[in-house]
């Protein structure tokens, strides 16, 4: 079963704008990642955040990690027309009192950013 | 370097038969997964291995088997498919000491008549 949800499931904007995703999990974390999905093709790993940061940046992306409400968010500034994909995030769940080796997905958000 | 690669790129199959997938890992990384995407879901982990081994599992029926090669390539098996096995299955590789750092293929899409 997924791990979380994410919202919104669609966003619309127009290019130069900025996108910004939820992404809600349900169990401890050891960490938290975000992936980007062309047209049901492979994942591309964007960032990775650990349970102990907060915030995290990599070029037009910014990541931020609440761990108390079991949520974080992801904004893309200055949005472009390239940035149409499916963004997940992915956590890799802590159980038993150990890190685990798998990836539990979110439902994914649909980003449409028009030209 | 060459990324995850995977085969065949699309499959069609018909209930009741079996199907085998291949994954040939990222130079350098000896861990593989493998996840399965049902339209417009996100993709949710079959099982992972490592030395051979099937080291985590998901929460998936006796079906779905895989094996792990000394090259560190990967297979995934599926018998007696069913019609809701339609899926794009995705192989992502990692190396152990960094198994956060999870590099995926462009998955294979298999459907099932």
């Known amino acids: 079963s997924q791990q979380g949800e994410e919202d919104p499931q669609a966003l619309s904007i127009q290019e130069g704008e900025n996108a910004t995703m939820n992404c809600s999990y349900k169990?401890?974390?050891?960490?938290l990642q975000w992936y980007r999905q062309n047209s049901g093709r492979g994942l591309v790993h964007l960032i990775l955040i650990r349970s102990n940061e907060r915030e995290k940046h990599s070029g037009r992306l910014r990541v931020t990690l609440d761990t108390s409400k079991k949520s974080s968010s992801l904004l893309i500034t200055a949005s472009r027309a390239a940035d149409t994909a499916s963004y997940f995030c992915?956590?890799?769940?802590?159980?038993?009192?150990?890190?685990?080796?798998?990836?539990?997905f979110g439902t994914g958000t649909l980003l449409a950013v028009q030209p | 370097d060459a990324g995850v690669t995977q085969s065949p790129t699309h499959l069609i199959k018909t209930r009741g038969q079996q199907v085998t997938l291949r994954c040939s890992p990222k130079s350098g990384h000896d861990t593989v997964s493998w996840y399965q995407q049902a339209l417009g879901q996100g993709p949710q982990f079959i099982f992972q291995y490592y030395e051979e081994e099937e080291r985590q599992r998901g929460n998936f029926p006796d079906r779905f088997s895989g094996h792990q090669f000394p090259n560190y390539s990967s297979e995934l098996n599926v018998n007696a498919l069913l019609l809701g096995d339609s899926a794009l299955y995705l192989c992502?590789?990692?190396?152990?000491?960094?198994?956060?750092?999870?590099?995926f293929g462009p998955g294979t899409r298999l459907t099932v008549l």
């Open positions: 992915a956590t890799d769940v802590w159980e038993h009192g150990g890190a685990t080796n798998k990836l539990i």
């Open positions: 992502a590789s990692s190396p152990t000491t960094r198994y956060n750092e999870q590099f």
């Open positions: 169990t401890s974390i050891n960490n």
